[in-house]
C-alpha cells in the first residue's frame, strides 16, 4: 500500500501535538555539534513517527534527523525531521515544524509541514497544487528585489565554515526589503509558497529540511533548485533556491556571483 496525503497530514498531527504540549517545559539538551541542538521531544517525535510509519507501511527505506537511514524499499522513501527549529524550541520560541515527505522512485510526491503553535498544516500531492488548512497557496509574483522579503538559513557549522552564508545575506539585505532568518527551513518554504516571503535560498542542508518544503514551494508556483540551477537539491551537499519565476533567475545571478 502507498501512502496518501492524509496519511501525512495524521502523522504530522500527531506529532505536532507531542511538540505542542511539551512546549516551554524543561528540556534535555544534548549537542550533536558546537551549536547543534537536540532535545528529548526531537527524539520522542521521532519514535512516534517511525514507529507509526513502519506500522503502516513495513518495509519502507526512512530517512530522519536523528536516527539517520532506517533500512527498507528504495522505491518507497520517507523523509521525516520530527522537528524542525530544535534551537527555536529550546529556547522558547514558538517557531518549529513538522515536516514528512514521501518519495516513490526517486521522486517527492506527497510533502507535509505542519506547524503545531498556530495550528497550519502545509500540504501538498505533486500535480495536485498545494494547500495551507484547506487554502490553496500561491507563491508572490514579486518581480523587482525592492519589492521583496527574503528569508534564509545558516549552517551549524557557522563559526569554522568559509561557506557562512553571511556574504550573501549582505547582498541581498542591501537590495530588498529585509531578510529574515526563523531557524526553520521546512516553514520558510512554506512562506515562501503562501506568497508571505518571496524568495528563500540556503547553503547547507539535509534532505529532512527541505523535502515537504520544496514540493509544497513548488507546487504553490515557486521555481525550486539547488543553488546552481540543478533540479535535484536532495543530493548532498544539498543547497535551496525557491522563489517566484519573476525572482528567481535574479537571484541565481547574485548567488552565482563568488562569496
Known amino acids: 500500500m502507498n501512502p496518501s496525503l492524509l496519511h501525512l497530514e495524521r502523522l504530522a498531527r500527531q506529532a505536532g501535538e507531542l511538540l505542542r504540549l511539551a ?15 537536540v532535545t528529548e521531544v526531537d527524539r520522542q517525535s521521532e519514535t ?31 523523509y521525516v525531521d520530527p522537528l524542525d527549529g530544535t534551537v527555536n524550541y529550546a529556547h522558547g520560541i514558538p517557531i518549529f515544524t513538522v515536516s514528512i515527505a514521501y518519495a516513490r522512485r526517486g521522486v517527492v ?7 503545531p503553535m498556530r495550528d497550519e498544516l502545509f500540504a501538498a500531492e505533486r500535480g495536485h497544487g498545494a494547500w495551507c488548512n484547506g487554502r490553496r497557496l500561491q507563491a508572490s509574483s514579486v518581480t523587482e528585489f525592492q519589492r521583496s522579503l527574503l528569508v534564509t538559513g545558516f549552517p551549524y557549522d557557522l563559526w569554522s565554515t568559509p561557506q557562512n ?26 512562506y515562501v509558497a503562501a506568497g508571505r516571503f518571496d ?3 540556503e547553503l547547507s542542508l539535509k534532505p ?10 513548488a507546487e504553490a508556483g515557486a521555481v525550486v533548485t539547488n543553488l546552481v540551477g540543478h533540479a535535484d537539491y536532495l543530493t ?13 533567475a535574479k537571484m541565481l545571478e547574485i548567488l552565482s556571483e563568488k562569496a
Open 23 to 37: 512546549y516551554e517545559h524543561e528540556h534535555q539538551v544534548d549537542y550533536k555539534g558546537v551549536i547543534d541542538l
Open 48 to 78: 512516534l513517527l517511525l514507529g507509526e510509519i513502519q506500522r503502516l507501511f513495513p518495509g519502507h527505506r526512512i530517512v530522519s534527523e536523528e536516527i539517520g537511514l532506517v533500512p527498507g524499499r528504495e522505491v518507497d522513501q520517507w
Open 109 to 115: 510526491t506527497l510533502g507535509v509541514v505542519y506547524d
Open 165 to 190: 552564508n553571511l556574504e550573501y545575506f549582505g547582498r541581498f539585505a542591501r537590495l530588498t526589503q529585509g531578510v529574515r532568518r526563523l531557524g526553520s527551513a521546512a516553514l520558510d518554504l512554506c
Open 199 to 201: 524568495g528563500y535560498w
Open 208 to 217: 529532512w529540511d527541505v523535502a515537504a518544503g520544496g514540493l509544497i514551494a
Open 236 to 248: 548532498p551537499p544539498c543547497s535551496l533556491l525557491a522563489a517566484p519565476p519573476g525572482l528567481y
